[in-house]
């Protein structure tokens, strides 16, 4: 298989990759006073797999997600662009401080934005 046959997934690394990216994307959000009171009594490590997971299969993985759907788990939250664009910024610095190329780290916030009317309940 050629590079251009190849998922986002595994030209960003694979799983190893998306888990140091998530880990650092947690770590910038909970330092975010914008950010940090949603995951007030929440288990972060249990977010931060699912999350990874969630990642791993928009990205391309093969192997199912099989957590919570976006709409529902964002549903109560009251969220709006501003924290959608927070999450966003984060992700892009995470990858940018992990040495993702920007045609990947565009790549990556093209597929985020497709998310955007899921998480924000529109």
Sequence with gaps: MGIADDTLYERLGGSPAIKAAVAKLYSKILSDPLLSPF???????????????????????????EGVDLRKIHSHMNLTDVHFDAVANHLKSALEELAVPNPLIREVLTIVETTRHHILNR
């Design 39 to 65: 995951f007030e009594h929440i288990d972060v490590e249990r977010l931060r797999r699912s999350q990874a997971a969630f990642v791993s299969m928009a990205m391309g993985c093969t192997k199912p997600y």
